[in-house]
């Protein structure tokens, strides 16, 4: 066996050392130097572009379809509702949180939240049918100060004792009145695909003698573009009323 | 800026009887076996319910899923037959045989489409290849080197799902599509762009192949594997001179072409158009010498990649014989009595 020879620190030394311990304890005390965010008594303050929970203005969905190409998770599931018109739901259990659905929403019915605290049981319960996008969820909220990373060579914090609003207000999106139209009438099938595929009953067919008339009203027309990529010929284009 | 329009009429078609318009050409067309299989139906459908497969063209389910819109009827060329024979008007002559290619006979038709393709005519066209079993397939063809494939040269005698595949070559073409296909494939074709100003823009040269008969490839294959044919060493079919000929790698089989009778399709039994008369070329190996083929050149575009061919030499130009395509026209135009008693009336006056 071995025995380890502990040097023992002489007075002067031992009363040097317990002394810089107790300078580390005051100083910690008074000016913390941790970067560390106690959530969730304290929150991080997140630009209002954060990409968290979406929400979703059913009056303002055209039913374009847009979000749902557009998800590269595939989680945006297209569903009929009551008034036959079709929303989105996300499933979270797919969403990257790219925000592709948002930015892409030509009605701006789809917005976005600093939420990104929601808890769920299981998987199914993070799918997010459309009636639970409409409000925001439940959170229950502990903070009292909004903890902004200040970063000036070395990383600071920042607190301020006050909530941080987690819904922004979104400006809404300006928009540019489209209708579609069709610039090849020589070539329609009138198939009447693009008549039942129009969410607010814009275009009409009408059998005449020996002939059918096709007729998009431009007023109703909210320029969602489903009949042009319906178009089995292609003819149809959305112009700039 | 496009000019477009927010009302537009289109002109339909009488129904013959007081169904369904796929109805009407099931019954009309194909159960009457006029059918020919050139499958512009299936081509322009809106609904992609038209199959045309190894059988029958058939709509499975139409009765939930036909939009009734008549396009199937209108496009049809068999809808009212009015079938076209003998030669037709024609600007040139001639016969030759490429020199960059191997193909039926003199490779011709590659060596049209090529040149198109290098004219900047076309940026696409479609050739139909074949698997293990000589079963067809077709083939989006982009550029010259993709037609050294011996595989995608030579006739298959089988239906080939070509003109469904426009519309998927249509998508992305800018210049425009070449199409090769047998005499009703081209009157298809015709009567689509005659009907749909997108088809009369996009497809810019029309090659039809001097033909008597196709067939389904199931009854062929039988047939021939009957014969002694093994499809794993065969490289060439041919029918000259009243024979099939089928060349393998180490053997020859041939027979009279007669006997194929017994599957003849319905449809080609009242067919009379025997050089593809609207195509803006025909192309066949009947009337000039053994490894040349016959070129019908029957429209300016069609002359503008001639003079292409014939500025750049690709081509050895031979004689042709115009009385031996005369002979077989006319063989083939003695099936107008095959033809119901209606659509010969029709074609009368």
Request: hydrophobic share 35%.
């Amino acid at each position: 066996m071995i025995k380890i020879k502990v040097r023992k620190p002489d007075m002067v030394e031992n009363i040097k050392l317990h002394l810089d311990a107790l300078l580390t304890g005051v100083k910690e005390a008074v000016k913390p130097g941790t970067i560390t965010i106690e959530y969730p008594r304290e929150r991080r303050w997140l630009p209002d572009s954060f990409r968290g929970y979406i929400l979703f203005t059913p009056e303002n969905c055209i039913s374009c379809f847009q979000c749902s190409f557009v998800c590269p998770a595939n989680a945006i599931l297209m569903k009929k509702s009551e008034n036959n018109r079709y929303y989105p739901s996300i499933d979270y259990a797919k969403c990257i949180f790219c925000h592709f659905c948002v930015d892409s929403c030509p009605g701006s019915a789809l917005r976005q939240t600093k939420i990104h605290d929601v808890v769920y049981i299981d998987l199914d319960e993070m799918f997010c049918p459309t009636e639970n996008m409409i409000n925001p969820p439940e959170i229950v909220r502990e903070d009292e100060y909004t903890v902004e990373y200040l970063m000036d060579l070395d990383i600071i914090l920042k607190r301020v004792k006050e909530r941080d609003d987690l819904i922004p207000e979104v400006k809404p999106v300006e928009i540019i009145k489209e209708y579609s139209s069709c610039y090849e009438p020589d070539s329609c099938l009138a198939c009447g695909i693009c008549v039942s595929s129009c969410p607010n009953e814009a275009i009409s067919i009408t059998s005449l003698d020996g002939e059918k008339r096709l007729k998009i009203d431009a007023d109703r027309c909210t320029g969602c573009g489903i009949c042009v990529k319906e178009c089995p010929v292609q003819i149809l284009k959305l112009v700039k009323g | 800026m496009i000019e477009s329009t927010l009302e537009w009429d289109v002109r339909i078609p009488e129904k013959k009887i007081e169904e369904k318009y796929w109805l009407n050409l099931k019954k009309r067309v194909i159960e009457s076996g006029l059918c020919s299989h050139c499958s512009t139906c299936s081509l322009i459908c809106p609904v992609d319910g038209i199959i045309s497969e190894d059988r029958e063209i058939d709509f499975p389910d139409w009765e939930e899923r036909c939009v009734d819109c008549s396009v199937c009827v209108r496009v049809c060329p068999r809808w009212d037959y009015n079938p076209l024979s003998d030669i037709g008007d024609y600007i040139e002559l001639v016969a030759g045989k490429s020199r960059r290619f191997r193909g039926q006979d003199g490779a011709m038709v590659t060596e049209f489409m090529a040149s198109a393709l290098e004219m900047g005519l076309i940026d696409r066209t479609l050739f139909v290849g074949r698997d293990e079993e000589w079963r067809t397939e077709v083939y989006h063809i982009r550029s010259v080197e993709q037609l050294f494939d011996i595989k995608l040269t030579g006739t298959k005698y089988s239906f080939a799902n070509v003109l469904p595949e426009i519309k998927r070559a249509m998508r992305t073409s800018e210049k425009g599509i070449g199409i090769v296909g047998t005499p009703c494939m081209v009157s298809g074709i015709r009567k689509l762009q005659k009907e749909f100003s997108i088809f009369r823009k996009k497809i810019r040269l029309v090659c039809g192949l001097f033909c008597t008969e196709n067939f389904y490839h199931h009854q062929l294959y039988a047939f021939l594997k009957e014969k002694g044919v093994d499809f794993s060493k065969l490289i060439k079919t041919d029918i000259t001179r009243g024979k099939f000929i089928a060349t393998m790698t180490d053997s020859e089989i041939s027979f009279p072409v007669k006997e194929l009778n017994s599957i003849v399709p319905h449809g080609c039994e009242v067919c009379i158009d025997f050089t593809a008369v609207e195509s803006d070329f025909s192309v066949g190996s009947v009337g000039s010498d053994p490894g040349y083929s016959t070129v019908v050149v029957r429209t300016e575009v069609a002359k503008d990649v001639l003079e292409y061919i014939k500025q750049n030499g690709h081509v050895d130009f031979g004689k042709v014989i115009i009385e031996v395509v005369e002979k077989l026209s006319n063989l083939k135009k003695k099936r107008t009595k095959n033809i119901p008693e209606e659509y010969r009336k029709h074609m009368k006056e």
